[in-house]
């Protein structure tokens, strides 16, 4: 290599190694990684303590007037914290129910959409109001006389977590010609043919009683309903074994009359089959006198 091409190879290198250092000192030549964003979580949304609670009737009334509501954390099926209002509430429901053995109630529990359920229940809804139910137990009221229902809401409630309703009564209408009264819908658990009778129902057997003593040649209908799972064949199959099972119920409570049993399977849905609430309401055996 000639002396001069010698003299400015050196001098390229050093211009080289002077620039990387350059850019060394003002941060433009580092390679760190990428930061990490930590997301920022949403502030969970609680069901917040009210004083609107209230115990309404069936002509929308309410009972007892307005107490504190009980508090559900998100995410959670029992109340948090009962206080004394809270208790207070409960006692004067039960005394209510004991005051009046024809009356049931009805506890609709709210929850979101997308609420995960870590429930044996349909929902987390459902859970809530089985919560106070199981308070109700404690109480002395019998779980057959509280029915759990369940809603959906967009946004936690501020209010009314789990809503308390009395059913009406299903109790007999004299008329001139006797006892008579409104059909009656038998309600089942998923794949099942087991009957567990309601007070409310065990009511409206006795009552049913007393009209085929009237009316000894009218005919009871019984007609088996399930939801939309499983084989139609084994659907149908479902629905008459449910039949029969009310069937035999009200034979053995005293009621002599002719009784039809029979089977719809799932042809005759009264609500959607795409909810756990509305399949619920499919799975039924429903009752017609003629």
């Known amino acids: 290599m000639r002396p001069f091409s010698a003299i400015l190879f050196l001098f390229l290198l050093s211009f080289l190694w002077a620039l990387g250092h350059t850019m060394d000192w003002t941060g433009q030549n580092h390679h760190e990684p990428a930061s990490v964003v930590t997301p920022?979580?949403?502030?969970?949304?609680?069901?917040?303590?009210?004083?609107?609670?209230?115990?309404?009737?069936?002509?929308?009334?309410?009972?007892?007037?307005d107490h504190e509501q009980f508090e559900f954390a998100a995410k959670t099926k029992t109340p948090k914290g009962l206080s004394a209002a809270n208790n207070k509430f409960l006692d004067q429901v039960a005394s209510h129910l004991k005051a009046n053995p024809n009356n049931n109630l009805t506890l609709t529990g709210k929850y979101l959409r997308n609420e995960k359920n870590t429930s044996i229940q349909d929902n987390m809804g459902m859970a809530r109001a089985a919560s106070i139910r199981d308070l109700f137990k404690k109480r002395g009221i019998a779980a057959g006389r509280v029915e759990l229902a369940s809603r959906i809401v967009k946004?936690?409630?501020?209010?009314?977590?789990?809503?308390?309703?009395?059913?009406a009564p299903i109790a007999a209408k004299p008329t001139r010609g006797g006892t008579t009264f409104e059909n009656m819908d038998f309600y089942?658990?998923?794949?099942?043919?087991?009957?567990?009778?309601?007070?409310?129902?065990?009511?409206?057997?006795?009552?049913?009683?007393?009209y085929f003593a009237e009316n000894p040649n009218k005919t009871l209908y019984l007609t088996g309903h399930t939801d939309a799972d499983g084989n139609p064949v084994y659907n149908r199959d479902l629905g008459?074994?449910?039949?029969?099972?009310?069937?035999?119920?009200?034979?053995?409570?005293?009621?002599?009359?002719k009784i039809d049993a029979k089977s719809k399977g799932d042809t005759e849905p009264?609500?959607?089959?795409?909810?756990?609430?509305?399949?619920?309401?499919?799975?039924?055996?429903?009752?017609?006198?003629?």
């Not at 009264?270 to 003629?290: F, H, L, S």
Request: no cysteine.
């Open 40 to 65: 920022v979580l949403p502030t969970p949304e609680k069901f917040v303590r009210g004083t609107d609670l209230r115990l309404i009737n069936f002509n929308g009334k309410s009972l007892i007037g």
């Open 155 to 167: 946004e936690m409630p501020t209010n009314e977590p789990v809503s308390f309703n009395i059913k």
């Open 188 to 210: 089942f658990p998923t794949n099942s043919d087991q009957f567990t009778p309601s007070q409310q129902l065990i009511n409206w057997a006795n009552q049913a009683k007393k």
């Open 240 to 257: 008459l074994r449910r039949a029969r099972s009310v069937r035999t119920y009200l034979l053995n409570s005293g009621i002599n009359a």
């Open 270 to 290: 009264v609500a959607p089959n795409t909810t756990a609430a509305g399949k619920r309401q499919n799975r039924r055996v429903n009752a017609r006198i003629n």
